[in-house]
């Protein structure tokens, strides 16, 4: 069964610092990996897709990598903004029905 | 175009009473998908729809819940004799099609049960 943990549970930052979040998981047979961003009582936003040929994707201050071999993914956020408080949740997706399983969540605070 | 809508945004009920979810996928998407995420938890897939059949059931938790989608386009969760451990928000996504699509979500109906 595939399990997708993410480390650290929360984290807490002042304005301006870079920063990494983690994300793993137990069974590297993965079509593509997630992340997406949560606000509070939100839905989810999708941030970056990584698809399982791929290395890493970018889009403006993130940066998403994949090791697909070792299970392993991270989510850079360059700069961090009071703006970029969020939960920060990884998924892979699984399978031809795409099914994704989603870790517990990153829950960041940037302070000002 | 729109996105993924999800209606009612929150729901209240009595342990005991039925309720039914509605999900508007995007328009054209022939998957669709239900997840349930609690406080503090990853969202976690419940069943998953491809055209008017559920291709995969598997994450419903027991025979309480069950799904339809008759017309392969708007979805509807349905869950019967609620109980209190049924509170969660419900997530519906949607994708073009079966494998390897970004699965698009809406902003969930937040239920709770008294």
């Known amino acids: 069964k595939q399990e997708v943990t993410q480390i650290p549970a929360a984290l807490s930052v002042p304005e301006g610092e870079n920063l990494v979040l983690n994300c793993s998981f137990t069974d590297s047979a993965i079509y593509n990996l997630q992340w997406f961003r949560q606000d509070p009582g939100k839905g989810l936003t999708s941030l970056l897709l990584i698809q399982s040929s791929q290395r890493e994707q970018t889009s403006g201050r993130l940066n998403a990598s994949l090791d697909k071999s070792s299970g392993r993914s991270t989510l850079y956020i360059a700069a961090s903004q009071p703006g970029d408080s969020a939960t920060y949740l990884c998924?892979?997706?699984?399978?031809?029905?795409?099914?994704?399983?989603f870790g517990a969540g990153t829950r960041l605070t940037v302070k000002p | 175009g729109a996105g993924v809508s999800q209606t009612p945004s929150n729901k209240v009920t009595e342990k005991g009473k039925y309720v039914e979810l509605r999900c508007d996928p995007i328009?054209?998407?022939?998957?669709l998908y239900w997840y349930r995420q609690s406080l503090g938890q990853g969202p976690e897939f419940l069943i998953y729809?491809?055209?008017?059949?559920?291709?995969?059931d598997s994450g419903l938790p027991n025979d309480r819940f069950f799904a339809v989608r008759p017309e392969g386009s708007v979805s509807t969760l349905k869950i019967q004799r609620t109980e209190r451990g049924d509170s969660a928000v419900y997530l519906c996504a949607s994708s073009e099609g079966r494998g390897n699509y970004e699965q698009f979500f809406g902003p969930g109906t937040r239920l709770t049960v008294l």
């Open positions: 998924a892979v997706t699984l399978g031809d029905n795409n099914d994704m399983r």
């Open positions: 328009s054209g998407h022939t998957a």
């Open positions: 729809f491809q055209g008017t059949g559920a291709a995969d």
